[in-house]
Nanobody, 119 residues
């Protein structure tokens, strides 16, 4: 069974930085794409960043140039470095692991960590 545990959220002023971490228990290194999603109340969960087992990354347009996703397969950890944070980045951030073959082969979620950007 795969479990994901996020940490690193908190309150930060606009323009500040936070680093979110997701520790993965279970073997996902070479068969799962790792994602960070975020969600605000009343809205759908949105994809923020993706990293493949080989290290290829993709970021949502509104975070490009500010956020960076990385993974350490040896440590089973995925991180999201968030710089130049804006109030509109306020959300609960979720770590997600999805099998390369698709969700029917496996998809797992963390419990979420709150990020609040406010003066």
């Amino acid at each position: 069974q795969v479990q994901l545990v996020e940490s690193g959220g908190g309150l930060v002023q606009p323009g500040g930085s936070l680093r979110l971490s997701c520790v993965v228990s279970g073997s996902v290194s070479w068969t799962y794409v790792m994602n960070w999603y975020r969600q605000v109340p009343g809205k759908q969960r949105e994809l923020v960043a993706t990293i493949t087992p080989g290290g290829s990354t993709n970021l949502a347009d509104h975070v490009k140039g500010r956020f960076t996703i990385s993974r350490d397969n040896a440590k089973n950890t995925v991180s999201l470095q968030m710089n130049s944070l804006r109030p509109e980045d306020t959300a609960v951030y979720y770590c997600n692991a999805q099998h390369l073959r698709g969700v029917s082969f496996g998809a797992y979620w963390g419990q979420g960590t709150q990020v609040t950007v406010s003066p």
